[in-house]
C-alpha cells in the first residue's frame, strides 16, 4: 500500500507560482506511475499532469507550458511547480500513484488564485 501526503498549497495573485510537492512512502517500489489531479467545486476530478516511472510525462492541454511536474527518487517525493497560474486553476490539487492492481490518493490541498 502507498501513502502520500500533499503540501504546498495556498492563497496566491493570478500570474503567480506554487509548487507542490507529494511525499509518497510504503510499497513504493510497486508505483508504476504518479500524477496530479484536480477538482473544482462543481466539476469532475481531471488530470493535470502525469509522469511515469520510466520518466514519460503527460499534461492537460490548459496546464501545458505553464506547470511542470518533477519527481525525486531518493526523496520520494513527487512535485508540481505551477507558474503564471489563472484563476481557472483554483482546485484541490490530488497527489495519485498507480500500482499493479490499485490507486493511491493523498488528502487534497486546496490552491486559490485570485484575480
Known amino acids: 500500500q502507498v501513502q502520500l501526503v500533499e503540501s504546498g498549497g495556498g492563497l496566491v495573485q493570478a500570474g503567480g507560482s506554487l509548487r507542490l510537492s507529494c511525499a509518497a512512502s510504503?510499497?513504493?517500489?510497486?508505483?508504476?506511475?504518479m500524477g496530479w489531479y484536480r477538482q473544482a467545486p462543481g466539476k469532475e476530478r481531471e488530470l493535470v499532469a502525469a509522469?511515469?516511472?520510466?520518466?514519460?510525462?503527460n499534461y492537460a492541454d490548459s496546464v501545458k507550458g505553464r506547470f511542470t511536474i518533477s519527481r525525486d527518487n531518493v526523496k520520494n517525493t513527487m512535485y508540481l511547480q505551477m507558474n503564471s497560474l489563472k484563476p481557472e486553476d483554483t482546485a484541490v490539487y490530488y497527489c495519485?500513484?498507480?500500482?499493479?492492481?490499485?490507486?493511491?490518493w493523498g488528502q487534497g490541498t486546496q490552491v486559490t488564485v485570485s484575480s
Open positions: 495519485n500513484a498507480v500500482s499493479v492492481g490499485s490507486w493511491s
Open positions: 509522469i511515469t516511472s520510466g520518466g514519460r510525462i
Open positions: 510504503g510499497s513504493i517500489f510497486s508505483i508504476n506511475a
